[in-house]
Structures are given as C-alpha cells and as structure tokens.
C-alpha cells in the first residue's frame, strides 16, 4: 500500500513538472509570467463555427457573458475579454474581423443569467459564447444539482441560438478558500462541458497554477489594480490560444 | 446483506459487542468465545480505531489547507472515498459500542441521557468554532481589498445582517465551508439512543431499515435545507448509513461477516475495485489520461456526489475496510510502537483532536495569507499542526490519566466509556 502510494505520488509529481510548452508559441510577446502546461490550453471538444466563419473569411463576434470577476474595476480596457481580442487580432489573419463584446452579469446566479440568453442572442448573433458562470453560485451556496440544471440549459440555449460555446469557471482565490466552498461547481461545470462536448476553460487551475509556481502571488492583500491587469492579461493570453487551439486554426492562418 | 444470522435476535448488545472486537482478528484465526454474558474488559481499547480514527483527523487536517505537496498524501486522491468515510465509520463503531454497553448496564434512559450530555459537547465545540470563524471572516472583510477578488468578496455580505445569521448558526442551518462534520455528527448522534435500541431488538432489521432510508432518501431527493438557500454538505439521511454500519459492525456484524471478510473472492474483488478508482482519480489529475476514459463511462460515473454519499464512494470505503481488517490483525505488534503512538493518541481523543484541527487549519490559512504563502511556510505549518494535535492529545491523556487516579474507582468506568465515545 505505501509503495503503490509513493508510487504514484512519484507519477503525479513528474506530471506536474512536466515542462512548460506551448506558452513559447502563444503570442511571441508573451511574458513568462503567463507560461502555463499545454494540457490547460487545450480541450478535445471543437468550436466547428468559429472555424468555419475564419475560414470563409466572415466576422469573428464573441460575446463574453460574465461576472464581476469578467472585469477589473474601473479598468475595462485591461480585462481578459479585451486583452483577448487584441491577441486574437494579431494571431488571426489581418483580413479577419474580430470583434469581442461583453456582457455583464453581477451578482446572478447561472439561472438567472440563463434567464436572459434568448434576448441576448437575438440581439447580438455572436460566433462564440464565453459563459463564465460559478462564482456567485458558489457563494450563495446554491444547490450544485440545481446550478447544473441551470449551466445545462444556458447552454442549450447558447447552443439553439447557432453559437459556440466555452464555459469558463471560477477564479483560484486562495484567500477566500475556507470561505467558500468551490470544488462542486467546478466539478458540475466539468460534467455539463463533457455532457455537451463544449470546451471548457479551466481558469480556475490556470490561475492556481501561476500562483503555485510563483509566477503571481494570489494572496497578495494589495489594493492596486496591477495586479488584477497582469493577471488578466495572462488570462487574456490564454484564452485566445484556447480558442485557436479548439477551432483547430491551422498554423497557416496564424501569423506567426 | 445477506448474511447469515449466527446470533439469535435475542443477544444483548454489551454481549455482542465484546466478540465484535475480537471478531475482526477472528476472521483469521477464531479465538475461543467469550463467556455469553461477559462485558468487554473495561481500559481495552480496539487500537486499530483509534488509529484509524487519529488518521482521518490528520488527513482532514491537511485537507482543510490549502493544497500543497502533502495533500497528495491524502486518500481522496487515490480513491473516491476520503478521511470523512473513515471518521463516520469509527464513530458510529465506537458509540454503539461504548453506550450499547451502557445501555446494557444501566438502561435505556440513562444511556439516552449520556448521548445527550455527548451531543451537548459537540453542539459546544461548534458554536466555538463559529465564532472562529467569524473573527476571521471579518477580519478578512475589514483588511483584503485586491481589485481582482471584488466579486469573492461577496461572501462577506451575510456579514451585514449579523441577527439573521448568527441564529441561524445556532440551529446548525448556516455552515460555513469546513464547518459541516460536527453538525452531521450531532444528528447522528441524536438519534442513536433509537438506533442502539432498534439494534437490541434486532440489529439486521435496523441495518436494512438504514440502507432503506438511504435508497428514499436518492430516490426522492431528501435533504436538510440550509441557510441562506440549498442543503446541508453532508446530507445526514445518506451518510447515517455509514453510522449505523459502524454500530452493526460493533455490535456482533463484524464477527458475522467475518467468513466474507477472510475469503480471497473478498480480497479480490476489493482489490480490483481500488485499483478501478485509483485509476479514476488519477484522470482527474493527470489530465493526459481521460482520453483513455470511455465517454460512457465517465456520464455515468459523474458525478461522485460527496453529499449524499455516493454508492461509489460507500463501496470505496468498503473495499478499503475489508483489506485494512484482513491485513491489519488487532493483535498486529506495531500497534504499540512509539511510531504509531501519535496517531492512535489523537484518535482517542476525537472531538478535541478534530475542533483543534479545524481551528488550526484556520490559523494555517491566515499565517498563509499573513505571513507568507512559499511552500517552505507551507509545510512548516502542516507539520506544526500535526505536532500540536499531537501534543495536545497527549497532554488531555495525561490529564485523563491523572484526573482518573485521584477520581473514585467507580468513575474510571464512566470517563473511560466517555473518552471513548466517538467524539
């Protein structure tokens, strides 16, 4: 028995060391700080229309649905949906138009921000959805099997209306980790990703790898907002090499 | 459950639960029996639960930090069950067999009446442990204003009706994260003067009337609400099964099941099934893996719920319990070496041990978010901790020990059960 446990703790460690790839290509700019292990930039569900709206050479419009934790107060220009377009302007093609709008949803559960999709959709049309949902969920304490139900519909509904969709959960806060209790809506948000075959962007490990490996230090009581910019270019960063990653973007549409 | 029903309905439980004991080693090697009536020796504990116990304490510490390279020494990472499991287990073992046998001696009422004095402590050590956490909170609301985290820090806001919540707290409805273990205990513990006496009438029927409630409380979806919206972590009318297992297995199941529990079919199946989940469990972290993991599969295996505790979970355990019983002799020597002493210190000393880990973990976190978050700190303060419930329990020992010299010779029998009664 403590062989086998040894065993496998020597397993996990030297995947967890596994060197860093992909960051390199991410953007050539990029700041070391944003490295992270290629399995957390990738995901084996596709994103068919927004690869066939680059190919045809259309419009690429995202719309991010989020949180509070979507924006850095009085700093929108630095949060990850706009640092996510200006990488995505630069990767894709410079014939191809993208467009990132964003929608804000404080302080609503996932069912009632589902509740608002329909409108939503009529009115914006997006390619791709970003739904990052969680948060406040998890800290009303709202039941997990409920808030499946409600991520479940939300992206039926996303999904009805002709988008893509990416699920984004929850932000790594370590300071409020005895608080609030994260792991079954990070599970949840798994299984409805898995159930409709949607990409999901794991941000809360991303950001708990940056703080693990010393890139950030997310326990940092600092009332500035550079750190929030930093990270959030990061998450910028690294969405955008997801997306490209899981609409299958062939390098020669890149322009690397 | 089918097992067969070597003892009459009619046994007492003290009875019973004296070959319980020696019925776990039995599974090997069957001893002589015990003389029908005798009561188990008094000051002779079954070690094994007590170290097993002190072993969920420790790793339910190190559980509550946050993750660091000593988390993946514990078991939820290698399994679907984890220390919770464990602890439930013991707990329900060991209540039924201290106040079974207090039943047996001094009757319904008093025994009853005792669980209540129990029940008392643990309600106790909750509200104490509220009120630690309170003081972080806030002191986490006043102090932490990084513009990143200005959605998290949406949970201070029960802060702002402190009438509401802190009521609420007092009927155990408001639980903040790690604080859900003590109110499922104090349910259960609440009704095990009617488990004790439906197990001395008979104690399959009770078992069966459990897993009965277990299978309506996943069909129709019962739960304990709590405050503000949703239900309780652990829901009591699912994870009660482990308890009254724990008390069957007290009071004569053990030594029943023990021709299953030496049987190689037993081993090997328990085996294969561990050896499944670790597989699973390593999907989780090794994301590499999971394309290895049929789709079907994993739809229905998805989720594990905690809070209702999973079929998949309750076999986990199982499975973990009957290689732990064939593999770990009660006679086995290393019992009584130094290096397990800790560990068996802390699992005779539950309640205390298990408040303290949850008030150091609290502690933990703040010097982490304080002081500094390396993964020297890190450690420094899981060590630490385990030392000072170590220490601890050592010193109520001693206490105990010295309380009980100059005490009547007649108490000894009363604060011995006590100690042992499944805190």
């Known amino acids: 028995m403590k062989a086998k446990v040894l065993l496998s703790l020597i397993l996990l460690c030297g995947s967890l060391a596994a060197p860093p790839a992909r960051a390199g290509d991410a953007a050539p700019a990029a700041p070391a700080a944003c490295e992270l292990p290629s399995y957390l930039l990738t995901s084996e569900s596709q994103l068919p229309k927004v690869a066939d709206a680059v190919k045809a050479g259309k419009p690429l419009e995202i719309l991010v649905i989020g949180s509070r934790s979507t924006t850095i107060p009085a700093s929108e220009d630095a949060s990850y949906p706009a640092r996510m377009q200006a990488i995505l302007k630069d990767k894709l093609p410079p014939s191809e138009t993208v467009h990132v709008s964003v ?3 404080s302080k609503k559960t996932a ?6 999709f329909v409108k939503l959709m009529e009115a914006k049309a997006p390619t791709l959805v970003i739904w990052q949902t969680g948060t406040v969920d998890a800290i009303r304490a709202i039941d997990p099997d409920d808030f499946r139900g409600a991520v479940t519909e939300g992206v039926t509904v996303l999904q009805k209306a002709g988008a893509d969709v990416v699920l984004m959960n929850l932000q790594y806060s370590p300071r409020t980790e005895t608080m609030i209790s994260v792991p079954p809506y990070l599970d949840n948000m798994r299984v409805v990703a898995q159930e409709h075959d949607i990409p999901l962007f794991d941000r809360f490990a991303i950001m708990r790898q940056w703080n693990d490996q010393g890139q950030f230090d997310l326990f940092s009581p600092s009332r500035g907002p550079e750190l929030a910019k930093q990270v959030h270019d990061c998450l910028g960063r690294a969405l955008a090499q997801f997306v490209i990653d899981a609409a299958h973007l062939e390098p020669a549409q890149q322009q690397n | 459950m089918t097992i067969a029903d070597q003892v009459t309905g009619s046994t007492i439980a003290g009875t019973a639960g ?3 004991v ?5 599974g090997v090697k069957p001893r002589a029996a015990a003389p029908a009536i005798s009561l188990p020796a008094i000051g002779e504990r079954e070690l094994r639960l007590d170290l097993f116990r002190g072993l969920a304490l420790w790793l339910i510490f190190i559980d509550h930090l946050p993750p660091s390279l ?3 020494f514990t078991i939820r990472n290698y399994g679907f069950s984890d220390a919770t499991e ?5 707990s329900g073992y060991t209540a039924a067999f201290v106040y079974g046998r ?6 319904i009422v008093i025994a009853t ?7 008392w402590q643990i309600y106790v050590a909750h509200v104490f442990l509220f009120t630690i956490f309170l003081a972080e909170i806030s002191y986490v609301a006043t102090s932490f204003e990084n513009p990143l985290y200005t959605e998290e820090m949406g949970i201070m806001d029960f802060l702002k009706q402190p009438d509401v919540t802190i009521v609420q707290a007092l009927l155990l409805r408001f639980r903040p994260v790690n604080m859900d273990v003590l109110p499922l205990y104090i349910v259960l513990m609440l009704a095990l003067p009617l488990i004790l006496w439906s197990m001395k009438w008979k104690p399959d029927l009770t078992l069966g009337l459990s897993v009965a409630l277990y299978a309506v409380t996943w069909e129709y979806d019962l739960y304990f609400s709590a405050y503000p919206n949703g239900f309780w972590a652990f829901n009591p009318l699912a994870w009660q099964l482990l308890f009254v297992f724990g008390a069957w297995c007290a009071l004569g199941g053990a030594r029943r099941m023990s021709r299953i529990l030496a049987s190689p079919v037993t081993m090997w199946i328990s085996i294969a099934y561990i050896v499944a989940a670790f597989y699973v469990t390593l999907t989780w972290y090794v994301p590499q893996l999971s394309h290895l993991m049929p789709k079907r599969l994993e739809q229905w295996m998805y989720p594990i719920d905690k809070t209702d505790l999973d079929v998949l979970r309750f076999t986990h355990f199982l499975a973990l319990a009957a290689l732990t019983v064939r593999f770990l002799p009660r006679d086995w020597p290393g019992l009584k070496s130094p290096w397990l002493r800790p560990l068996i210190l802390c699992g005779s000393h539950s309640l205390e041990i298990f408040c303290l880990g949850v008030f150091l973990a609290f502690a933990g976190h703040f010097i982490l978010a304080e002081v500094s978050g390396g993964a020297v700190m890190h450690a420094v303060i899981s060590l630490s901790g385990i030392l000072i419930m170590w220490g601890v329990a050592w010193v109520i020992s001693w206490y105990k020990r010295v309380a009980d010299k100059s005490g009547a010779k007649t108490k000894i029998a009363v604060s011995n059960a006590d100690m042992a009664g499944g805190g």
Do not use: C
Request: proline content about 0%.
């Open chain 1, 103 to 105: 929608e804000i949803q």
């Open chain 1, 111 to 116: 069912e009632e921000a589902a509740a608002s």
């Open chain 2, 18 to 20: 004296a070959k319980a």
């Open chain 2, 22 to 26: 020696e019925a776990k080693s039995a």
């Open chain 2, 70 to 72: 000593l988390t993946w």
């Open chain 2, 86 to 90: 464990i602890f439930i287990f013991i």
């Open chain 2, 102 to 107: 207090a039943m047996l001696e001094s009757g």
């Open chain 2, 113 to 119: 009446a005792r669980i209540m004095r129990r029940v």
